[in-house]
């Protein structure tokens, strides 16, 4: 068992657009990310989640050029609107830090 | 020798500024063009709205005259996509007027070329009721009611304009809102280049040294060629490795694979990263699918008030144990009192934002249940009508934190510890995102006309 936060090389979000964040997660290696990705725990479903979203809504992504996986999905509050507490969007990752993986 | 075009951007933005030294290693390589994204949707409504840049006025003339000085030297164009932040036509009117005066300053004489962004209100109806505008990101079709309503639309340009420009022999080109890799696109379209390596160059170099290592506001120095793109940081502190540089295909689109531009898609999804030197990365295996419809997005904001902000916090933990009927018994009082000066709750937004607990992921926090010793608290009010309503009803709001009365209070001089005096701070104008469409274009310049000006 690890944790992202223990075995990420970047964990990070943004926003993608002013309607939508974008959330990577990125490993050292293609050995870790098939690794990763065989766990089968990082998923649009994972994403939904932990972001409180219909999976329908979640673009999930792994890009094994760059030994990543990226989900997008629908902000909370469009950026600068009333409420929204991160118009950037870069500080929307923790919850994914503590994710457990098989490894 | 293979066809190539060689580009030098100055940094992720103008105004963040970038060490002259990274500027010069970039010159000594003989750039065959200049330049740097302007700006960014990214800082929020703001801008757009109220016309003004992110970046300070003195740190864009400072960039503005480092790159100006070296472009004339050099005899090479130099190109500016987002001028001033937003894009719009205050946007680009400041930049510009920085340009005349440098120009002036500092004896330099070229051909200067201004792309307008702005869109006419009537353009946009009329293209919206052919049923030629496309919402974006799961907003709602655009309406009159809604393109009325805004107090500013640009579009947001692809190449083209950037093309039309350069080969009118323009040697300076600022352009309103535009795709960032839009002016680095054009360069390497004008220099009878493909278009997917020269999409991709675009990508790298709109953010500066961004896909170098370490990150920071630097030069990127990229050369363009048939089937691939290199790139390399000009300061000798960074460089680029194939997953420094694979992973800013991540950066702030909503997939990596597939980018969405005007008049067609970045497809990145078989892209190859090698090492040419222990700094330099080769990418190679992208492609360029062209759209059926050439469309630019459109990007506007409306008014919707005027805001108030105060900051306090309490390390009091008898408060912090029943924060939240706390707070609910603060926000009756101010509705209450706020009411009995003639200010109807439905005239104003009021919000509590409580650091400490939740104030980063608000609903999304899944920890909030943990308290901690000290919280902080950011009271906020938007008043649709006037900043006097938003002052008044904050001001209500900033006593009620400081003397509302809770079970089991001993600190009954005041809950809340304030920073500064004057405690209430007067934010102004407040917009959000309203238009966020992709609009079809007949021809790719229609709507982004350019003067030219010679200094």
Redesign the interface.
């Known amino acids: 068992m690890a944790l992202i936060r223990d075995v990420a090389r970047v964990c990070k979000s943004k926003n993608a657009g002013p309607f939508e964040l974008t959330i990577d997660v990125v490993f050292e290696d293609a050995e870790t990310f098939r690794r990763v990705q065989a766990t089968g725990v990082l998923t649009a479903a994972l994403f939904a989640r932990l972001y409180q979203v219909p999976e329908e809504q979640v673009l999930f992504t792994p890009y094994d050029a760059a030994f990543a996986f990226k989900a997008t999905l629908p902000r909370l509050v469009p950026a600068g609107a009333f409420g929204d507490t991160d118009v950037y969007g870069c500080q929307q990752h923790a919850p994914l830090l503590d994710v457990d993986l098989p490894l | 020798m293979s066809k190539e075009i060689r580009l030098l951007s100055t940094s992720g933005i103008l105004g963040y500024g970038f060490p002259e030294a990274s500027l010069q290693a970039g010159l000594a390589r003989k750039p065959d063009v200049i330049g740097v994204d302007g700006g960014s949707?990214?800082?929020?409504?703001?801008y757009l709205g109220s016309g003004k840049p992110f970046a300070s006025p003195l740190a864009i003339r400072r960039d503005l005259r480092l790159m100006l000085r070296a472009a004339i030297a050099a005899k090479i164009p130099m190109v500016i996509g987002t001028s001033g932040g937003a894009g719009g036509a205050p946007h680009l009117a400041m930049v510009a007027q920085m340009v005349r005066e440098i120009a002036r300053e500092d004896g330099l004489h070229f051909k200067l070329a201004l792309i307008h962004a702005e869109q006419d209100k009537a353009w946009v109806k009329q293209r919206a009721a052919a049923g030629r505008v496309h919402a974006?990101?799961?907003?709602p079709a655009l309406t009159d009611a809604t393109i009325d309503r805004a107090t500013r639309i640009v579009g947001m340009m692809g190449p083209e304009p950037f093309i039309t420009a350069l080969d009118a022999g323009a040697q300076v080109v600022l352009a309103g809102r535009s795709s960032d890799p839009a002016p680095w696109a054009a360069a390497t379209l004008r220099a009878q280049l493909p278009p997917a390596p020269g999409w991709y160059a675009g990508k790298m170099l709109e953010c500066g040294a961004t896909p170098a290592i370490p990150k920071g506001h630097d030069c990127l120095f990229v050369t363009v060629r048939e089937d691939h793109v290199e790139c390399e940081p000009t300061n000798p502190a960074r460089r680029c490795t194939p997953?420094s540089v694979?992973?800013h295909?991540?950066?702030?689109?909503?997939?990596?694979?597939h980018h969405i531009e005007p008049g067609g898609l970045l497809d990145?999804?078989e892209?190859?990263?090698e090492a040419v030197s222990d700094r330099a990365v080769r990418i190679s295996g992208m492609h360029w699918i062209p759209a059926e419809r050439y469309t630019v997005k459109l990007e506007g904001v409306e008014q919707?008030g005027f805001r108030a902000i105060c900051v306090c916090g309490t390390r009091d933990p008898l408060l912090i144990g029943r924060v939240d009927a706390f707070l609910d018994t603060v926000r009756q009082e101010v509705a209450t009192k706020a009411a009995a000066f003639g200010v109807s709750p439905d005239s104003y937004?009021f919000?509590i934002?409580v650091y400490g607990r939740?104030?980063?992921?608000?609903?999304?926090e899944?920890q909030r249940s943990a308290l901690p010793h000290e919280l902080g608290f950011v009271l906020e009010v938007?008043a649709s009508e006037s900043q006097e309503v938003a002052s008044a009803v904050l001001a209500m709001a900033r006593t009620n934190m400081l003397h509302t009365d809770f079970p089991g209070r001993l600190c009954r001089e005041g809950n809340m510890a304030f920073p500064f005096s004057p405690s209430d701070i007067e934010v102004g104008a407040?917009?959000?995102?309203s238009v966020?469409h992709a609009a079809e274009l007949d021809d790719p310049t229609e709507v982004f006309p350019i003067e030219y000006e010679t200094l």
């Open positions: 949707v990214d800082p929020g409504p703001h974006l990101a799961r907003q997953l694979a992973n295909a991540l950066h702030e689109n909503s997939s990596p694979i990145t999804s892209c190859r990263f919707t937004q919000g934002r939740d104030g980063v992921m608000g609903a999304r899944p938007v407040v917009y959000r995102f966020f």
